[in-house]
């Protein structure tokens, strides 16, 4: 079985601009959840989607936002990029929805470096 | 909002000692995973914990969830090179819409 894959793996970006980040979960799974990853703060829920519903929401600004697909597949955005965006985003599926007693399963993340 | 602090943030072992970390929640937690990432990796899910006072072993890791059920602990029997890494746990404080808080996890070096 397939894990989960997130696309791409590395990104350089300039402050202001937006990037699109890609999960594609492993099969069967229908819940996709997006944490941030820094050095400071660990790892930071961002939101969580299941079937192709938001289900729950961390405490980030407007400018993070996602969606998901009929196919599971799931995307985050980020708006107006600032040099604090700059961390490793890791989308995690899973088979159920939130911390309902299903282990996350988690992609080798993207890293997002914003100069 | 709800956080669940995690200690040590750092532990330095010689190969062959024990290591400990532990996870602290000031409120009831629904049930607690614990996840290994190693250096340069994405976490991996280890176990999952949902009953009072339970306690599970992996091999050399036994994992133990608090009768209160507001605080859990990893322990690594005489520590190999390959246990380097950092430790999460992730708890959920019950409701299906809630979601996995992570900790700020122990990062464990192994000197060999």
């Known amino acids: 079985k397939a894990g989960v894959t997130q696309t791409p793996r590395y990104l350089i970006k300039t402050r202001g601009q937006q990037v699109t980040l890609s999960c594609s979960p492993i099969s069967g799974h229908r819940s996709v959840s997006w944490y941030q990853q820094t050095p400071g703060q660990g790892l930071q829920f961002l939101f969580e989607y299941f079937s192709e519903t938001q289900r729950n929401k961390g405490n980030f600004p407007g400018r993070f936002s996602g969606r998901q697909f009929s196919n599971s597949r799931s995307e985050m955005n980020v708006s107006t990029l600032e040099l604090g965006d700059s961390a490793l985003y890791l989308c995690a599926s899973s088979l159920r929805t939130g911390g309902a007693n299903s282990p996350l399963h988690f992609g080798n993340g993207t890293r997002l470096t914003v100069t | 909002g709800q956080q669940v602090m995690q200690i040590p943030q750092y532990q330095h072992v010689q190969e062959g000692e024990d290591f400990t970390t532990y996870c602290n929640s000031s409120t009831t937690l629904s049930n607690i995973q614990w996840y290994k990432q190693r250096p340069g990796g994405h976490p991996v899910f280890l176990i999952q914990?949902?009953?009072?006072?339970e306690v599970k072993k992996q091999k050399r890791l036994t994992f133990q969830f608090g009768e209160a059920k507001k605080n859990s602990s990893l322990h690594i029997t005489a520590t190999q090179t390959t246990d380097v890494g950092t430790y999460f746990c992730?708890?959920?404080?019950?409701?299906?819409?809630?979601?996995?808080?992570f900790g700020k996890g122990t990062k464990l070096s192994v000197k060999p």
């Open positions: 992730a708890v959920s404080y019950g409701g299906s819409q809630g979601n996995l808080i």
């Open positions: 914990l949902v009953k009072s006072g």
